[in-house]
Nanobody, 120 residues
Framework: QVQLQESGPELVKPSQTLSLTCTVS??????????WSWIRQSPEKGLEWMGAITYNGDTDYSPSLRSRTSISRDTSKNQFTLQLRPVTPEDTAVYYC????????????WGQGTQVTVSS
């Protein structure tokens, strides 16, 4: 059973960079057929897919966030990371990492989520 855990700062100042890490256990992030996403949720925007990194390191981003988003991975630590820059108060949300696959629709595994507030 794969498990995902988000980590990072709870508070970020406007114009700075938000960096979050998802640590995966129970399976390697390079295993063929799996995709690793960042998703956020806020009362204003609802659930929003931000982007993903694939099992072979390719990335894909939401068109609306592409210019500010970067996702990378560290296979030695079985982690993948989100960077969002520059942030504004509108980026305040609960941020989730999640896994999807070629075989099952949707996101089969989620982290518990981490609240990030953008405020000075």
């Amino acid at each position: 059973q794969v498990q995902l855990q988000e980590s990072g700062p709870e508070l970020v100042k406007p114009s700075q960079t938000l960096s979050l890490t998802c640590t995966v256990s129970g399976g390697p992030i390079w295993e063929s057929g799996y995709y690793w996403s960042w998703i956020r949720q806020s009362p204003e925007k609802g659930l929003e897919w931000m982007g993903a990194i694939t099992y072979n390191g390719d990335t894909d981003y939401s068109p609306s966030l592409r210019s500010r988003t970067s996702i990378s991975r560290d296979t030695s630590k079985n982690q993948f990371t989100l960077q969002l820059r520059p942030v504004t108060p509108e980026d305040t949300a609960v941020y989730y990492c999640a896994r999807s696959s070629n075989w099952v629709p949707g996101f089969g595994s989620w982290g518990q989520g981490t609240q990030v507030t953008v405020s000075s």
